[in-house]
């Protein structure tokens, strides 16, 4: 069974940076990709970011060059940096991994980290 761990949520001045982190049970390399989402009160699940498995990331255009995300294979560990944290990042975030499967997609989910950012 897939379990992936969030850490490194908290509360931060505007401004501030943040480091969340995601830990999964098996290697990575079991996925297409994984991701970070988030969801504020409210509102639907929106991705923030994605890593695939061959290294290319992308950004939802609301943290291009503030958030920074990577992956460290040996540790099975993904990871994302926030700096320039502003009040509308405030939100729970969301680990995901993705795996293709022969006749559908397979998608796993942590339990969620909140982050609250303050002005």
């Known amino acids: 069974q897939v379990q992936l761990v969030e850490s490194g949520g908290g509360l931060v001045q505007a401004g501030g940076s943040l480091r969340l982190s995601c830990a999964a049970s098996?290697?990575?390399?079991?996925?297409?990709?994984m991701g970070w989402y988030r969801q504020a009160p409210g509102k639907q699940r929106e991705l923030v970011a994605v890593i695939t498995s061959g290294g290319s990331a992308n950004y939802a255009d609301s943290v291009k060059g503030r958030f920074t995300i990577s992956a460290d294979n040996a540790k099975n560990t993904v990871y994302l940096q926030m700096n320039s944290l502003k009040p509308e990042d405030t939100s729970v975030y969301y680990c995901n991994a993705h795996r293709t499967g022969p006749m559908r997609g397979y998608d796993y989910w942590g339990q969620g980290t909140e982050v609250t950012v303050s002005s």
């Open positions: 098996i290697s990575i390399f079991s996925f297409d990709a």
